[in-house]
């Protein structure tokens, strides 16, 4: 698949959707393709809608999954679960109404 500049509004217009459907071997292949056929990887990148920092980190080797963390504990000051009731409760009082 080559991508054309008239194909550009296209890809644009529809590049979520695209995203959602092509997995990261798919856009791996057709970044590969446009970039074989002259395409510098940032513009190629723009017109699908994935940034080329996130292309470059999937050359990697070892780079199988997200590495991004998820938190491992609760905030210190997060609200207790009357705490957080008793706010809903004053908030939701007919003197709040509008």
């Known amino acids: ?22 997995n990261r071997k798919d856009i791996s292949y057709l970044l590969s393709e446009a970039q074989a056929s002259g395409a510098r990887q940032a ?15 999937w050359c990697h080797e070892n780079n199988t999954r997200d590495k991004r963390l998820d938190p491992s504990h609760s905030p210190s000051n997060k609200l ?19």
């Not at 513009?43 to 980190?57: D, H, L, S, Y």
């Open 43 to 57: 513009k190629a990148c723009e017109i699908i809608g994935i940034n080329a920092k996130t292309v470059q980190r």
């Open 1 to 22: 698949m080559v991508i054309k500049p008239s194909d550009i509004k296209h890809f644009k217009a529809e590049n979520k959707a695209l995203k959602k459907e092509l």
């Open 80 to 98: 207790t679960d009357l705490e957080r009731q008793r706010i809903i409760n004053t908030v939701n009082e007919d003197y709040y109404a509008h």
